[in-house]
């Protein structure tokens, strides 16, 4: 199972960051991860929350604007050339990985072209993936 | 497509008549002018110009131009050519950038406008079965009450809704049964998006037309309202200075408005050199009124920029027609020598699927050089959570706006909802350089 990203738009500018992050936190939404990509006016924030379906709606309720996308949890070895071995993985299926990011622990997410396939990949070759509601509870 | 005409003698009139008509009403406003306003006959005294020596339109080249200033000048009743017992109704600007600049009506002018209303909305779809919502200002603003009289002419139900508190306006819209809607279109644009967010399917509604003016807007925004509200969209034209809504309407054919040549005198100047420009060429509008008895005026600078169409239309009316107005000669930014219309932008980003028309200008200045920023805000079919495909959408937007305007632009993309919202005219230009 999929963990479930949100991507919100959030200008550059003080104190956006801070409204979103209070919006989520008074209405018990936990954090379970985040990364940004910004340029130089605006920014991309990446969320994994526990309760992605409330943050999403509470969000769009407030005029932000946020897309779902669907992201693959990984359990990587916590050793030299962990990491290595999962992106070597991919690639050699051809797997084109968007971007990821390190959540709690030694967890990355992964945005790949093709999760589903990506995902039976790396089970078969004895990776551990993390389901989403595994994820939204660690 | 059976179109109705609502006056058909006039308009359907042929060229010698209306030229004809013309010339004689041109002869008596120039009189009526100079014998009833100190301003008209101090001008025509300076200019040696005989009013009873009137021969032919081309003669008027000699008088100066009525500028809004001369109206802010005579502040309030200084140009009106009868008493003030003759008044049945006065107008005025909102006065925001100086002295307002006040007009009035004698109940002959108010006719006239009501008449003037009439044509252009029978023209653009309205009958006496339509329900209208009116959602221009009343007050002062000519839009509100000249849009409601013109209606009330032909006959349609009339609901003077005003502007302003959209979820009213669109209760009313379902619950009355509105059949066509009058508004300026940024308006309509705006509402247009309340009642997406109400989950309204605007197929379910009785709307059939919008009549939309009072602003500059482009084809593209026509097409976009059209779809949004699923209706007919036509522009018209208008100034309070020379009557209000009513001067020039589209007809259903929307290929440029029908003018009121047989009350309006219309010319087409250079706005830099203020010399008349051929047919068919693009400049400032400049008119003169033909039957006006409070408040003649005699070559007034609209400073809106269009072009006249002296080609007939296919819907057998003959009275020219002039395009939409491009811009506004104040609206009309000089960037690094370069002239720029709000407008220009707008097209360009309705072109790009899924942008929606709120966006600003911002002019600054870094040193010696000036800039541009287009701000536009994105929305969920312009937001993407790859920042390569953000970035190519900031591009595709900068190059097609630098294609268009032949000038460098710097895009910024903004939150939704966070540039300012109007419910009258909206605010597209923010010029930070130093006058």
Known sequence: ?138 | MKMKIWDRRRECARREEIDELQRRNLAHTLKWAYDNVAMYRHRMDKAGFDPTAFKCPDDLRRLPFTTKQDLRDNYPFGLFAVPKDKLVRIHSSSGTTGKPTVVGYTRRDLRTWSELVARMVTAAGVTHRDTIQISFGYGLFTGGFGLHYGMERVGASVVPVSSGNTQRQLMIMQDFGTTALVSTPSYAMYMAETLAEAGIDPAGLELRYGLFGSEPWSEEMRTELEHKWNITATDNYGLSEIMGPGVSGECLLKQGMHLAEDHFFFEIIDPKTEEPLPAGEEGELVITTLTKEALPVIRYRTRDITRIITDPCPCGRTLYRMTRVVGRTDDMLIIRGVNVFPSQVESVLLEIEGTQPHYQLVVDRQGQLDTLEVWVEVSDNLFFNEMKRMHELSETIRSRIESVLGLNVKIKLVEPRSLARSEGKAKRVLDMRKK
């Open chain 1, 1 to 138: 199972m999929h963990t479930r990203e949100l991507s919100v738009f959030v200008e550059n500018k003080a104190g956006r960051l801070a409204v979103l992050t209070k919006l989520l936190g008074q209405a018990g939404i936990n954090i379970r991860g985040f990364s940004v990509a910004d340029m130089s006016d605006y920014g991309i924030v990446r969320l994994i929350v526990d309760k992605p379906d409330e943050a999403a709606a509470l969000l769009r309720d407030r005029s932000f604007i946020v897309r779902e996308s669907n992201l693959i949890c990984i359990r990587v070895p916590d050793q030299p050339g962990g990491l290595s071995s999962i992106l070597n993985m991919l690639s050699a299926s051809d797997i084109n990985v968007e971007y990821m990011y390190a959540i709690v622990d030694t967890l990355i997410v992964f945005n790949v072209e093709n999760p589903d396939q990506a995902e039976s990949l790396l089970l078969e070759s004895g990776v551990k993936v993390v389901s989403g509601p595994e994820v939204y509870s660690l």
